[in-house]
């Protein structure tokens, strides 16, 4: 259709829907009512036109306003919109884009019927705006991150203005963010820290270029215990030495940090502790903002990987049942481990590896130019699984997109999937998996994979997931294993798997505890978050 064309087709429509108008206000009006109802209700309709949500919805109420009369629903309508849109910054929402006091202006200094229809109009392009931003978030996060592939769920702009239509206006809008307890408790740490910016921070940063031990006795070790004092790891003193309640602290910040809880302050220890609250504030923001991206039922039971704790749970009706420590994708282009959800359908005992393509090419094909018989322990393969016979074969007549094999590992102690491996089938080849590298999970910052989650108790992992579905998982799972060959075990009900990247998040007893933004992802989003006018540290009611 051409711009024309659709102009015309725009013109005709609402020629037609002003027709309705005329028609549906002159009916047992008298001339001056009818007058000035039409006159609102023809500027409802001119300022609806250009979006078929809005059209749809003042339509279906012959074009009455939602937010501008003298009736009581009306008021209580527009007090309660104005009243979130004042708190929009709580959220972590850009202020500016929900101006209460300038909607309450146009308002107070509307002269007509026609300026207090398209203000009608504009209220409920606002509260959809409002409602988008703070249920599903104000980025698109894909826009921000490549490798968050989530799908945000969001929500039918009609259903909401119908829904809320027929609502109690406050009670409704309280509905909007999301009603996750994580959300709550996400929302109070913003609060606290948003006190302790104004407040002067945690005091003066700690010197960070040495390492403080137990026993030491420096100017440097008041620092560290005057900021973990103010930041209530412990309890006032006046004591200048490492002593044991310092140590204490130091572990119970170490922990709540991610860091190896050895209750030295090294540097890794002391550049998390001089982090100020406003970095930790702007980290709690995007925790939030990452919420609304997955606002939605998680699944009574549910797998939670968080790649920046390196954990991966299960998690029955909000209790994590299980932990283990996992290794995530390395801080590489095209390694890095992408966010997304899915259902775990199946797991596979003596896993074959199945090599990527983009590790053949990359990794593996130069070494087979240097030696035909490198990297024995792998199978090359054609399209129909038949194996390559190596010997005799010139490599170096391939290069990355001639290279007409596949490569596999077969199942094996050695294999670099280990036992198991965790299935649930998605475009990006990522999965949960045993490793025979287990040196790695004693590494704090675990992040030395192609992509994929690899676990450090998988066979736990597997018992648990068993245990809903046969009476004695482990004598179940060595049955399984004892024959030797790929066997693939169905879960009788998928399991949903959430993958997300949290370097803020809460404890169920109400603390907060922060990680290491190892792929810089965080900074991006709050980089996004700022260009949209969101601001940290300001003191709020």
Known sequence: MSITTAGFGVFSGLKRVLTVVLVVVSLGASP?????????????????????????????????????????????????????????????????????????????????????????VDLSRAFLDYARDIQTGVLDPSDVVKDIKRRVPHRDRGSILD??????PTAFIRTLPPQSAEYARLLKASFDLERIVAAGDWGAPVISDVTLRPGDSSDSVIALRNRLIRMGYMRRSSSRVYDAALQEAVQRFQNDHGLNPDGIAG???????????????????????????????????HIWVNLADFTAKIVDHGEVTFETRSVVGANIEDQRSPEFSDRMEYMVINPGWYVPRSIIVNEYLPLLQEDPLAVANLELTREDGSIVERLGMDFSAFDETSFPFGMREPPSQGNALGQVKFMFPNPYNIYLHDTPAQSLFAKEVRAFSHGCIRLNDPLDFAYALLA??????????????????????????????????????????????????????????????????????????
């Open 163 to 168: 829904a809320f239509a027929k609502s109690t």
């Open 267 to 301: 540097q890794g220890t002391l550049g998390e502790v001089n982090k100020n609250a406003a970095e930790r504030l702007r980290s709690v923001i995007v925790a939030m903002e990452r919420e609304r991206w997955n606002n939605q039922p998680l699944g009574d039971r």
């Open 32 to 120: 001056a009512v009818a007058q000035e109802s039409a006159a609102f209700r023809q500027a409802v309709a001119e300022a609806a036109a250009g979006d078929r949500v809005l059209l749809a919805f003042y339509q279906d109420r012959s074009f009455d306003g939602l937010w501008i009369g003298s009736g009581r629903e009306e008021r209580n309508r527009r007090t309660a919109l104005l009243a979130a849109f004042a708190e929009a910054g709580d959220h972590g929402l850009p202020e500016g884009r929900y101006d209460s006091k300038a909607f309450e202006a146009k308002i107070r200094d509307a002269r007509t019927q026609t300026d207090l229809g398209r203000l009608d």
């Open 468 to 541: 809903r579905q046969v009476p004695d998982p482990v004598s179940y799972y060595a049955k399984m294993k004892s024959l030797g060959d790929e066997i693939e075990v169905r879960l009788d009900q998928p399991v949903p798997v959430h993958i997300d990247y949290r370097t803020a998040f809460t404890t169920a007893a109400g603390g907060i505890a922060f990680r290491r933004d190892i792929y810089g992802r965080d900074a991006m989003i709050w980089a996004a978050l700022a260009r949209e006018g969101v601001a940290a540290g300001a003191v709020r009611g």
